[in-house]
């Protein structure tokens, strides 16, 4: 089975950015459409963008839309989050997750059936 690991996650001022990489092992990370996803302490883990396996079709919530921006790569096996304008609200793990295909509820977490150990992101005001 793929298995994936997040990275890039750190320490922030309000206003900055980070670029969150997930590197995907095996050979079919262009099968899966992609997710990321985050949890903030003591709330559930939320959506926060998608992107199909083509790169063709993306994704956001309207917390994040229009600050963060989600691609791959699939020749290197790799997906990206860039967040810019970063706010203490977004202050959370994040977690990237696969789905087999072209899954329709992008938004749920069961729809994902791969996820990586996540990576914490901290933005300080």
């Known amino acids: 089975q793929m298995q994936m690991v997040e990275s890039g996650g750190g320490l922030v001022q309000a206003g900055g950015s980070l670029r969150l990489s997930c590197a995907a092992s095996g050979r079919s990370f262009s099968n899966y459409a992609m997710g990321w996803f985050r949890q903030a302490p003591g709330k559930e883990r939320e959506f926060v963008a998608h992107i199909s396996w083509s790169g063709s079709f993306t994704a956001y919530s309207n917390d994040v839309r229009g600050r963060f921006t989600v691609s791959r790569d699939n020749a290197k096996n790799t997906l990206f989050l860039e967040m810019n304008s970063l706010k203490p609200d977004d202050t959370a793990v994040y977690y990237c997750?696969?789905?087999?295909?072209?899954?329709?509820?992008?938004?749920?977490?069961?729809?994902?059936?791969?996820w990586g150990q996540g990576t914490q992101v901290t933005v300080s005001s």
């Open positions: 997750a696969a789905a087999f295909g072209t899954p329709s509820e992008i938004e749920r977490t069961a729809t994902y059936n791969i």
